[in-house]
């Protein structure tokens, strides 16, 4: 099993975040087509229905290319790169405030692990 992950673009200048979606969402699946399922019924849609036109659509489905071994998100900055450590990775992003959770990871045995961004941090 791979985890998949979907990032939102911030059609219309900004995001949709809730119990079910944030910013990066991770969904453990035996493939693409599944993880893209599971999405679909956590409220993550493709067909860019009400999304802006000049923004694009808000999320893409996920490919056999997309999948990891581990959850991992992308730090910017001069330690940029590649972590598994999302809880530094929410910290570190810009595109989530305070207090705000900024990734969900749905594992494949139905637990939901939710990274919420530190409240000191802005």
């Known amino acids: 099993m791979k985890y998949y992950e979907f990032v939102q673009n911030n059609t219309g200048g900004s995001f949709d975040s809730n119990e079910s979606v944030a910013h990066s969402v991770f969904i453990q699946a035996d493939s693409p087509d599944s993880a893209n399922t599971k999405a679909e019924t956590i409220g993550i849609y493709f067909d860019g229905s009400g999304d802006c036109s000049c923004c694009g659509n808000r999320w893409c489905?996920?490919?056999s290319y997309d999948g990891k071994d581990e959850p991992a998100m992308y730090v910017a900055g001069d330690q940029g790169g590649m972590t598994a450590d999302l809880q530094a990775a929410v910290d570190a992003d810009w595109f989530t405030s305070a207090g705000e959770v900024g990734a969900i990871v749905y594992h494949a045995n139905g637990d939901i692990?939710?990274?919420?961004?530190?409240?000191?941090?802005?």
Request: aromatic share 8%.
């Open 61 to 63: 489905e996920t490919s």
């Open 113 to 122: 692990d939710r990274y919420r961004k530190a409240a000191h941090l802005q």
